[in-house]
Every structure is written in structure tokens, then in C-alpha cells.
């Protein structure tokens, strides 16, 4: 049995593909056969960010109204090995996603698959609803600002009122808070709501906190998943919070501000 | 009370609604040996509880003969065990004009929808009315019942509705997130979003809160947003009352 993990927001812009990109490339370079569904029917961004556009033949709403096998559709990553896409479609729109149709197509990857990872469209309406019905897991992903966090705030009472696990009284969807496009400096001038806050008006546990960085709009450009990026604090992140995802328990970085060293205080 | 003798030109009383908590005995047949013995073993149980209450007697689902019902013995008996009765609710005109000789007050039946231990109570005497026993929970519960507690944050876009009684929050209260209740909200959280307490119209109700930062508070129709909140209790455990039809808002620490 696959695990099902929703990546979503409420919030558009978020970085909800970003991180989807990020969590199942890191969870594939670790072994686990994995599996990322885009559900955003009709704009179609994870296979642009995952720089696999091209090998596009049939999709998501094909597999559902049985106009293609699913092992037709799914695209073999060229990094990871252990990960396949599931690209939506760009000419069809949202309500092409029909719960049986989706159950169907989770149920067939489940049994060989290890994780799902289902990118949620913004929004809180059919589209969102469809991505997060099944979910067992969930990550909320949310930028330090009012908006979003109230948009998350919404759409974890979402979770825990219309999920399948909700409506069938199982045990809750687990949820995770990522905090992405985390500033330190800005929160410390009192510009941006700071971890502690956000937390506080959340309620559910911290998985991560993605620092604000150039790394990540670079690596969309280039169609490389930013986790890749070794070398980038926001690279370092996703990966920590692949870790966590699975059980690890490691410290939160890049909380703070960087401290110049002495010879940046000298040369600056 | 305060104003004895000072402000003279003023009545010396005003009507105010109020809905008072009151205890219903349902009464399902009437033997008078019976009844004071049934009456006096459920006392012996929690005789604290039971001293000086005001008592009505509920007749809806009276099943015997109404002559056979003597309020005077009845009321006789429960003045003999410190409790109060009051009046009747319910019951035909045959009852009630027995009922109303002897000095007690008539209730009109329940006709809202029965609460839920009355439709079990119901569902108990469809099927068995021989064994007409009054279910426990009628004299057990405080009126209370109706409360609702909230184990879980009340998330933006959430609404939750105690329509007969208090409504609790463990947790808190997100903004845009709204509690009702027809009593009062207690929120043991931050209440960030909208509270509105006696939604029937109790200007009783009040609203407790660990930390008030809500968008509205309302009792009984009288409401303050949020920037007319700032003034007291902002930020602190708070609570709001009604004094003299004004929407008053105190921290909880005065």
C-alpha cells in the first residue's frame, strides 16, 4: 500500500509544485518508488519544473476516462530513477476529475508504488478537494504572510472535515506545516510573520522551513527540482524536511539571521 | 435591590424575560404510594442536588387516567421532601385544571424538537409502555445538556453552533472562523474570529475568552467589532456581558 501525501495551500503561488518537485525527487533518490500526480487540470506546471514538458503523450484525465493505460502515461524521471510523473492535462478542465476516476487511478499505483504525491491546485474548490480526498498525509504549505496562513488555515479544516479519512471517521489526515519563502531578516525588522507565529495560529507540527533564495526560482528556470541544489540553504531545507517526512528527527535551520563573520564586518 | 430608597420616582420593579433553569419530572402513570417512594429512593441518591429545587412536572407523556392524578397529594409530598414544585407542563385540560386548583402553574408543552434524551425516553415507551420508568438521565442531568465541547481548533471558514446551550472551545477560534451558541461561549484558546453568545436572545449569555483578538463579539444582538475592541481586554483573557442593554468588554483578571 502507497502512502498518500496532498501538497497544498489554499493560496496560489506558494510554492505548493516547487515543493511537490522537491518531496518526490528527495524521497526517489532515498529508494522509495514514487509517484507525483499534478491535479492542476488545465495549467499544467509540475512537468515544466520537472523539465519533462516534452515527453508529454497523454495524461491524468486520459488514465481517468480510460483513453490510456496509466503505465502509457506515466513519464520515468531522468534523475531519479524510482519516480514517475503523472502530468495533467492542458486542454481539459477541472471537473474531468471524477472521485471514482481518481480512486481508480490511486488504487492501480498503490500497488506497486511506495508513495503518492498528489500537487493540489490552488484554491479551496473541485480541484483541491479531489487532490486531498484520499489523502493519508498532508503538507500545508505556507509563506510567512496573513494571507496564506489564513488560506492554510482554511483548507486544514478542509482536511479535517471533507478527506475520505474525515467523512469515514478513520484516523485524521497527518498534516505538516511548511513554511517556504522564509526571510530572517525581514521577520527579525518585523516585516514577516516569524515561524512562532505562524505555528501558533496553525496549530500542527512544523516540517520545514524553506528559505527565501534565488536557488529556487533557478532550478524552476532550469527544470531541476531544487533539492538537487546541494549547494543552496533552500536545497538543504527540502531535504531536511524529506528526512523529517520519513521519521528523522532533525534541528530546523536557517531560522536565523546569517551572523557575518569577522571579515564580512570588515568589509562591508 | 440597590435602589430602595433613593430613587423614588422610579417603580420599585421591572419585568425582565428571562429563561431560568428548571428541573421537568415526566410523569408517566401516578400512584401516590409509589410515586413518594420513587421519589424519595432518587433523592436519598444526591440528596445535595435534589434540596429546595424548583420542579415542574412534565404531563406529555402522561398515559393514565386523569383522575387519578391528586396534586394536592403530590404537591404535599414533595414539600415534605424540600422540593419545590411549580407547576405543569403540558398535559390535557382536565389535567391542567386539576393541576391549576390546587395553585400551580401551567407550562405550555414542549413543541421544538425534543431533546435527545427525551426522543430516546420516547422511543423507550413505544416499545415497552407497560414498564413505564422515567429514564435516569431526566433527573440526573443538570439542563444543561445541551452544551457542546470542542476538543479541536475552529478553523477559518468553520462554524460551530451550540443552538440550545453553551458552546466550549478547548482550543482556539481562527479568524474567520464563527462559534454561536444560545448560552455562552467559552473559548480556552485565542478567539481570533467572530463569538456570538445568546443567539435566542438570552442577554444573560457572556463570552470568556483566554485571549481576545476577535473580529466580533455579540450577545443577544448587541455586537463590537474589532477596532471598537481594542480599548479593554485586547490581547488578554477577556470576557464580554450585557449591562443595561450596552456590550460591555472587562480583561477577566478585574
Redesign the interface.
Known sequence: MAKIIVITSGKGGVGKTTTSASISTGLATRGFKTAVIDFDVGLRNLDLVMNCERRVVYDFVNVIQGEAALQQALIRDKRAESLFILPASQTRDKEALTREGVEKVLNELSETFDYIICDSPAG?EHGAQMALYFADEAVVVTNPEVSSV??S??I???L??KSRRAEQGEDPVREHLLLTRYTPERVDRGEMLSVADVQ??L?IPLLGVIPESQAVLNASNQGVPVILDEESPAGQAYDDAVARLLGENREHRFLQTQKKNFLQRMFN | MADGGGASAAPGFQFRGAMLPLTVLELYSYDAREFESALCERIAQAPGFFSGMPLVVGLEKFAGAAATVDFAGMLATCKGLDVQLLGVRGGGDELVAAARSVGLAQFPATTSRPPRDEVRAQERTAESASEAKPPPAAADNTPRCASRVVT??V????QVCAPEGDLVVL??V????EVLAAGNVHVYG?L?GRALAGIHGDEDARIFCQSLQAELVSIAGRYKISEHLQGSGWKQPAKAELRDDTLIVTPLAE
Open positions: 479551496i489564513r488560506d488555515d482554511r486544514i479544516g478542509i479535517q472535515s501558533e495560529i496549530a | 479541536q481548533p478553523r477559518s471558514g468553520q482550543s482556539s481562527s479568524a474567520g472562523a485565542t481570533r
